[in-house]
């Protein structure tokens, strides 16, 4: 029944009960009981209704307030991980960077003596054989005294990127000094590293910056050393050094071997 017509029947239902010749009549009490009842009823089932009404919006609220809460901690939580993100990233870099300077030259780049004495212990360690050569610039100082520090660099940054083409690529070329550099020519005698350092030592005359439109070149000497299986590498670096040495005193422009 719809509530239009269960309104008009009760209210037909209420006219009847209050007419007085119906007061009598043996349906009378039954029927108003019946009517109280129903009205009761009614007025119970409104009351849950509203009741349940009330606790759907109060739910439908907290549950829109959760909802608010969740996405306000989701926000913040992907905000956090994109700082997390950042900040990880961040110290790769950081890390990076400082494994770099601990184990590279600044100025040109290439290894710096930690790193060439690990390679050179990871060489021995695998028992294989290599020849070092020292290079040394002839005449750095002057070249720092008459034109200055910022050509000596620029001197020594060609001097790098030439070394770094002309070396094959499982060799290492480190600074070991100022103006020194080690090379490390692995699986290689002798006899082949000293026709790789002579090709390298012409290609390196060749290397030519300008200060003031004035071309400025220079020459390098060298000393090599054959490693021995069972000596420590500062041996061989020993006697490549001495070797070095000698090539300078006999008038630089040149390599020799280590005779001992």
Same mark, same amino acid.
């Given at each position: 029944?719809?509530?239009?017509?269960?309104?008009?029947?009760?209210?037909?239902?209420?006219?009847?009960?209050?007419?007085? !010749?119906?007061?009598?009549?043996?349906?009378?009490?039954?029927?108003? #009981?019946?009517?109280?009842?129903?009205?009761?009823? #009614?007025?119970?089932?409104?009351?849950?209704i509203?009741?349940?009404?009330?606790?759907?919006?109060?739910?439908?609220? $907290?549950?829109q307030?959760?909802?608010?809460?969740? !996405?306000?901690?989701?926000?913040?939580?992907?905000?956090?991980?994109?700082?997390?993100?950042?900040?990880?990233?961040?110290?790769?870099?950081?890390n990076? $960077?400082?494994?770099? $300077?601990?184990? =590279? @030259?600044?100025?040109?780049?290439?290894?710096?003596?930690?790193?060439?004495?690990?390679?050179?212990?990871?060489?021995?360690?695998?028992?294989?054989?290599?020849? /070092?050569?020292l /290079?040394?610039? @002839? =005449?750095?100082?002057?070249?720092?005294?008459?034109?200055?520090?910022d050509?000596g660099?620029?001197?020594?940054?060609?001097?790098?990127q !030439? /070394?770094?083409?002309?070396?094959?690529?499982?060799?290492?070329?480190?600074?070991?000094?100022g !103006?020194?550099?080690?090379?490390?020519l692995?699986?290689?005698?002798?006899?082949? $590293?000293?026709?790789?350092?002579?090709? /390298?030592? =012409?290609?390196?005359?060749? +290397?030519?910056? =300008?200060?003031?439109?004035?071309?400025?070149? +220079?020459?390098v000497?060298?000393?090599?050393?054959?490693?021995?299986?069972?000596?420590?590498?500062?041996h061989?670096?020993?006697?490549?050094?001495?070797a070095?040495?000698?090539a300078? #005193?006999?008038?630089?422009?040149?390599?020799?071997?280590?005779?001992?």
């Amino acid at each position: 029944m719809k509530d239009h017509d269960e309104e008009t029947l009760l209210a037909e239902v209420a006219a009847l009960l209050d007419l007085p !010749e119906h007061i009598g009549h043996p349906l009378h009490g039954a029927l108003q #009981r019946l009517y109280r009842q129903h009205r009761d009823q #009614r007025q119970q089932v409104e009351r849950l209704i509203s009741i349940s009404d009330r606790y759907q919006l109060l739910a439908i609220e $907290a549950r829109q307030v959760t909802q608010q809460r969740y !996405e306000r901690t989701l926000r913040r939580q992907r905000k956090l991980s994109r700082i997390s993100d950042g900040y990880q990233a961040l110290m790769r870099e950081r890390n990076q $960077a400082l494994q770099q $300077a601990s184990t =590279h @030259d600044p100025l040109t780049g290439l290894p710096n003596r930690r790193l060439v004495g690990e390679r050179l212990e990871q060489l021995i360690s695998e028992r294989r054989r290599f020849t /070092l050569a020292l /290079l040394d610039i @002839d =005449h750095f100082k002057l070249i720092n005294d008459r034109h200055g520090h910022d050509i000596g660099d620029r001197l020594l940054v060609a001097i790098t990127q !030439e /070394l770094s083409a002309t070396l094959r690529h499982y060799d290492l070329c480190g600074r070991w000094g100022g !103006e020194e550099f080690l090379l490390l020519l692995a699986d290689t005698d002798l006899d082949e $590293a000293q026709t790789i350092v002579e090709r /390298l030592r =012409h290609r390196l005359a060749d +290397v030519t910056i =300008h200060d003031d439109g004035q071309p400025l070149s +220079v020459t390098v000497s060298a000393g090599l050393s054959q490693h021995r299986r069972g000596e420590p590498h500062q041996h061989t670096l020993k006697r490549a050094d001495e070797a070095l040495l000698k090539a300078k #005193r006999d008038g630089r422009n040149r390599s020799l071997s280590a005779t001992r």
